[in-house]
């Protein structure tokens, strides 16, 4: 197997290039203001829950939302997954009836990544066995910002070995990341250790998700599957508050790589807020459901 070099992969876009991108994207999310698109995007939604003060009592909250969803929007389709702590993970298998949602846990020492490999991995094996359908893990950006970027790759290869065919989300921490170039390495070396999806952040550094990120994002899964045929997905999250903002970067998903991806399979959303500012959106009314 030919070794890979890193260091060698750069961002097919410049800044202006990146920037341009952002901005047209802006103008066409404008545009997709229909019921059709907020349905879809809500969809996509990873619904999210990392508070210091979660416990079973909160878990149970939203998964009684979930399971009442239905019965209230009978429309609208149900998010794609719920994304918790992974102690937490066995009250959501123990009170989410709707399967259709996704257990998401942000597992393998959430949220820097600094630790023990080892411990990682154990950490990831536990969440499954609790009943975890996905883990989001975050990239160690010490590594990663030392250049070991083959070390990062071979952790990683084994968090997704240990994963299966649980779905691996590796977070790349973009905020922390200073170039075009360092931000598509990054997503490059995840992808190639097997993640199913790219995120760009925990939202626990400043500036979290950006459209400008994304559109690097972008090009290194569009880059990914002209190589191996693979087809990746992405998250964007941290910081998404509103619609509007969610419609951005839906609509840079649909522009750089085409609407077959802008559905839950290859599409998500991490979010804790901006459930109930699409749901008013799409209804036209305030709507604080979760």
């Given at each position: 197997?030919?070794?890979?070099?890193?260091?060698?992969?750069?961002?097919?876009?410049?800044?202006?290039?990146?920037?341009?991108?952002?901005?047209?994207?802006?103008?066409?999310?404008?545009?997709?203001?229909t019921p059709e698109n907020l349905i879809k995007m809500f969809s996509c939604l990873d619904l999210t829950t990392l508070n210091n003060s979660d416990d079973e009592q909160i878990i149970e909250y939203y998964c009684n939302k979930l399971n009442q969803f239905n019965t209230e929007f009978k429309d609208i389709p149900l998010v794609a997954a719920f994304c918790i702590y992974p102690h937490l993970v066995k009250y959501a298998k123990k009170h989410?009836?709707?399967?259709?949602?996704?257990?998401?846990?942000?597992?393998?020492?959430?949220?820097?990544?600094m630790t023990f490999s080892s411990v990682k991995g154990i950490e990831i094996d536990m969440a499954l066995k609790d009943g975890a359908n996905e883990i989001d893990m975050v990239m160690p950006m010490g590594l990663f910002k030392?250049?070991?970027?083959?070390?990062?790759?071979?952790?990683?290869?084994?968090?997704?070995?240990?994963?299966?065919?649980?779905?691996?989300?590796?977070?790349?921490?973009?905020?922390?990341?200073?170039?075009p170039d360092e931000a598509y390495r990054a997503a490059m070396i995840a992808l190639h250790a097997g993640a199913d999806f790219i995120k760009t952040s925990t939202g626990k550094v400043q500036p979290a998700a950006t459209p400008?990120?994304?559109?690097?994002?972008?090009?290194?899964?569009?880059?990914?599957?002209?190589?191996?045929?693979?087809?990746?997905?992405?998250?964007?999250?941290?910081?998404?508050?509103?619609?509007?903002?969610?419609?951005?970067?839906?609509?840079?998903?649909?522009?750089?790589?085409?609407?077959?991806?802008?559905?839950?399979?290859?599409?998500?959303?991490?979010?804790?807020?901006?459930?109930?500012?699409?749901?008013?959106?799409?209804?036209?009314?305030?709507?604080?459901?979760?």
């Amino acid at each position: 197997m030919k070794k890979l070099q890193f260091e060698k992969m750069k961002s097919p876009f410049s800044l202006e290039e990146i920037n341009d991108k952002v901005f047209r994207a802006i103008q066409k999310g404008s545009k997709m203001n229909t019921p059709e698109n907020l349905i879809k995007m809500f969809s996509c939604l990873d619904l999210t829950t990392l508070n210091n003060s979660d416990d079973e009592q909160i878990i149970e909250y939203y998964c009684n939302k979930l399971n009442q969803f239905n019965t209230e929007f009978k429309d609208i389709p149900l998010v794609a997954a719920f994304c918790i702590y992974p102690h937490l993970v066995k009250y959501a298998k123990k009170h989410l009836k709707e399967k259709i949602v996704k257990i998401a846990s942000v597992a393998g020492n959430f949220p820097t990544s600094m630790t023990f490999s080892s411990v990682k991995g154990i950490e990831i094996d536990m969440a499954l066995k609790d009943g975890a359908n996905e883990i989001d893990m975050v990239m160690p950006m010490g590594l990663f910002k030392a250049g070991k970027h083959d070390e990062i790759f071979q952790e990683l290869s084994k968090m997704k070995a240990i994963c299966g065919k649980a779905h691996l989300k590796i977070i790349l921490e973009t905020g922390t990341i200073d170039t075009p170039d360092e931000a598509y390495r990054a997503a490059m070396i995840a992808l190639h250790a097997g993640a199913d999806f790219i995120k760009t952040s925990t939202g626990k550094v400043q500036p979290a998700a950006t459209p400008e990120a994304v559109v690097i994002l972008t090009s290194a899964i569009r880059d990914y599957y002209e190589e191996t045929g693979n087809l990746r997905g992405i998250k964007p999250a941290g910081g998404i508050s509103s619609w509007d903002q969610a419609l951005t970067f839906f609509a840079i998903i649909h522009n750089e790589l085409g609407e077959e991806y802008t559905r839950p399979e290859y599409f998500r959303i991490g979010a804790s807020k901006v459930a109930n500012s699409i749901l008013s959106e799409i209804k036209g009314e305030k709507v604080e459901f979760f």
